[in-house]
């Protein structure tokens, strides 16, 4: 199982990065995608997830902002950040959770500068 996370950068407050999240090895289509951040000295929160049937859910500082999306085609899932804040750095990974199991990528860091 991989899950190859990439898109992650340095952007100035106000911008856009557009993270993806590409899984090989599990049954794509029937598994939940989430999108976690970890930042410097704090716990890892979810930021987003998508169900197999496509229900989304968001934490609520970034409602309005982030959108979950996938692509069951190409087996990834993306996270689209608009107007992005200091508050939003941290390293996003994604995670593929298919009830008994869960895997977990490698982690994209994402650096919003004010």
């Known amino acids: 199982v991989q899950l190859q996370a990439s898109g992650g950068g340095l952007v100035q407050a106000g911008g856009s990065l557009r993270l993806s999240c590409a899984a090989s090895?599990?049954?794509?289509?029937?598994?939940?995608m989430a999108w976690y951040r970890q930042a410097p000295g704090k716990q890892r929160e979810l930021v987003a997830g998508i169900s197999s049937r496509g229900i989304t859910n968001y934490l609520d500082s970034v409602k309005g902002r982030f959108t979950i999306s996938r692509d069951n085609a190409k087996n990834t899932v993306y996270l689209q950040m608009n107007s992005l804040r200091p508050e939003d750095t941290a390293v996003y990974s994604c995670n593929a959770n298919m009830g008994l199991r869960s895997y977990w990528g490698q982690g994209t860091q994402v650096t919003v500068s004010s």
């Open positions: 090895g599990i049954t794509f289509s029937i598994s939940a």
